[in-house]
């Protein structure tokens, strides 16, 4: 865990492992950062820094000792973890929590709570959790863990401090998607959606997704190639993919990244490109293409937001725009 953290997160493992050596915890800190950012092994590692028994000089933890291998587990009875049971954090929990503050460490005299997906608290868990927030009995040092700290009560969020979990690099992100078992042509594509790390994954795996990668490359390659059925694609090979709304503005995220691709071809910045299969064709495309209209491409897909949010049909939207980009891209 060490490493996979400490390479995730290098600037806040040296901070918090700064805090443990100089004794300046806090009592209560909010993780808040997409998933996959590492969140929950970060407070980890910080529970084993502070009960490891053989702590090196820069307050890292040794990772070996029986204290953190059982804080690793989760069998150590001084770091407790909560979790959602469902959808949401109970006030039995909280109860259970509360109950567990009030007591002395069993082998120490220090406590660690880690509260995972904190903003889905009820109501009353959050209101029974802010009360022993406000006064924190003893050595405790509270671990607040969330992927939408906007949906937390601001009293809360209040009385801790907001650690804000870097972003993962693309290069990272997609390597770990692979490791969750994503292929790397598909994961290339999903490092750039707007989504948390486990959505990516599930996306990874789903048919339906793979087909619309499919048929978004198959919907670009007939605009530029002025070929009259990238109008009929919109009804015959988009629609019946994009069902739902999230469905929809994911289609609208993979349009922009492909016509994105173009621009960055255009200026032969490979690396970054999202459709990896599909690098020679749009590159060949790209140079036949003024900068100044692949850009515009962009902006006309970015337009289709705004049309939705007035009510214009979705495939109205997409047919428009596919007229539109032929149109711009061949000079009509």
């Not at 997409?34 to 890292?60: E, H, M, P, Y």
């Amino acid at each position: 865990m060490e490493q996979e953290i400490t390479a995730i997160q290098p600037q806040l493992t040296q901070h918090f492992a700064k805090l443990i050596n100089e004794n300046r915890l806090a009592h209560a800190y909010l993780l808040s950062g997409a998933s996959g950012t590492g969140k929950l092994s970060l407070a980890v590692w910080i529970a084993q820094g502070i009960f490891c028994n053989q702590r090196n000089a820069d307050g890292t933890p040794c990772l070996k000792c029986s204290e953190c291998r059982r804080i690793a587990a989760n069998e150590h009875p001084d770091v407790v973890r909560i979790i959602p049971e469902g959808r949401s954090i109970k006030v039995d929990q909280v109860r259970y929590l509360k109950s567990e503050f009030s007591k002395s460490g069993l082998e120490g005299n220090r406590k660690v709570f880690i509260i995972q997906d904190v903003e889905k608290m009820t109501t009353s868990a959050a209101n029974s959790l802010l009360k022993f927030i406000e006064e924190p009995n003893g050595s405790i040092t509270a671990f607040l863990l969330s992927s939408h700290a906007n949906q937390i009560l601001p009293t809360i969020v209040s009385r801790c401090q907001v650690v804000e979990m870097a972003s993962l690099n693309r290069e990272t992100q997609l390597k770990k998607l692979m490791d969750a078992g994503v292929d790397k042509v598909v994961g290339s594509v999903l490092v750039n959606l707007n989504a948390d790390f486990d959505e990516l994954v599930a996306l990874g795996t789903d048919e339906q997704f793979q087909k619309l990668l499919t048929e978004v490359v198959n919907w670009m390659k007939a605009i530029l190639a002025d070929d009259w059925r990238a109008f009929v694609y919109v009804q015959t090979r988009l629609m019946p993919l994009v069902d739902e709304r999230p469905a929809q503005e994911r289609l609208l995220e993979l349009m922009v990244m492909i016509c994105r691709d173009l621009i960055l071809l255009r200026y032969h910045q490979d690396d970054e490109v999202a459709f990896i299969t599909e690098k020679q064709m749009l590159a060949q495309a790209a140079e036949q293409i003024p900068a100044s209209q692949l850009t515009k491409g962009v902006e006309l897909v970015m337009n289709c937001w705004n049309q939705l949010a007035v009510n214009v049909s979705y495939q109205n939207v997409l047919e428009g725009l596919t007229l539109r980009l032929c149109r711009c891209y061949h000079k009509r």
